[in-house]
T-cell receptor, first 114, second 117 residues
Framework: GAGVSQTPSNKVTEKGKYVELRCDPI?????LYWYRQSLGQGPEFLIY????????DSGLPNDRFFAVRPEGSVSTLKIQRTERGDSAVYLCASSLTVNTGELFFGEGSRLTVL | AQKITQTQPGMFVQEKEAVTLDCTYD???????LFWYKQPSSGEMIFLIYQGSYDQQNATEGRYSLNFQKARKSANLVISASQLGDSAMYFC??????????????FGTGTRLTIIP
């Protein structure tokens, strides 16, 4: 497809488990973002990649959260030792150039930690 | 620190009427950007419109316009001739100058708009 693809769309896991969420951005988009949206809230910034490197990871809540983008395209958000408070929709977005404000978002991965 | 406030949790509007969604912001930075995004039930965020703090004119994109009042620190979204497909969550967001080159946006809590046939 032409848009940002996120998998899985839904993930239910137990507290303490490890989770990976994948994002496939629009082809050619060099910038990639992860946001987290809790129920009833707006998205909150987690991390930003420009190419393969994390240019800004100041939004990651703690060291249980980690993200990679090894080849400058697909990105994986990794959450270790999940907690119930990690339950949210994780949104990925990409853009062709920075400074435009126009991010293209995927439909998100809904994570539920029991 | 930046803050975006959207005071209308929900709005109901008759089809074909115009609607204004409120947004106020707080920042100490003289240079910033303001955005509106639409989130339908599918979940993806759709970019609608952008206004730079130094732009002299209010931004417009088709049926969307941004009523930018800098002194009041408000950036209301106006949708003209509303359609049933406009029913969605609407988020106001801001990026400050420190983040130019990084679309690190601060979002408000959103307004759920429902268009009534």
């Amino acid at each position: 497809g032409a848009g940002v693809s996120q998998t899985p769309s839904n993930k239910v896991t137990e507290k303490g488990k490890y989770v990976e969420l994948r994002c496939d951005p629009i082809s050619g988009h060099t910038a990639l973002y992860w946001y987290r949206q809790s129920l009833g809230q707006g998205p909150e910034f987690l991390i930003y990649f420009q190419g393969t490197g994390a240019a800004d990871d100041s939004g990651l809540p703690n060291d249980r959260f980690f993200a990679v983008r090894p080849e400058g395209s697909v990105s994986t958000l990794k959450i270790q030792r999940t907690e119930r408070g990690d339950s949210a929709v994780y949104l990925c977005a990409s853009s062709l150039t920075v400074n435009t404000g126009e991010l293209f978002f995927g439909e998100g991965s809904r994570l539920t930690v029991l | 620190a930046q803050k975006i406030t959207q005071t209308q949790p929900g709005m109901f509007v008759q089809e074909k009427e115009a609607v204004t969604l409120d947004c106020t912001y707080d920042t100490s930075d003289p240079s910033y950007g303001l955005f509106w995004y639409k989130q339908p039930s599918s979940g993806e965020m759709i970019f609608l419109i952008y206004q730079g703090s130094y732009d002299q004119q209010n931004a417009t994109e088709g049926r969307y316009s941004l009523n930018f009042q800098k002194a009041r620190k408000s950036a209301n979204l106006v949708i003209s001739a509303s359609q049933l497909g406009d029913s969605a969550m609407y988020f106001c967001a801001m990026r400050d100058a420190l983040n130019f080159g990084n679309e690190k946006l601060t979002f408000g809590t959103g307004t759920r708009l429902t268009i009534i046939p």
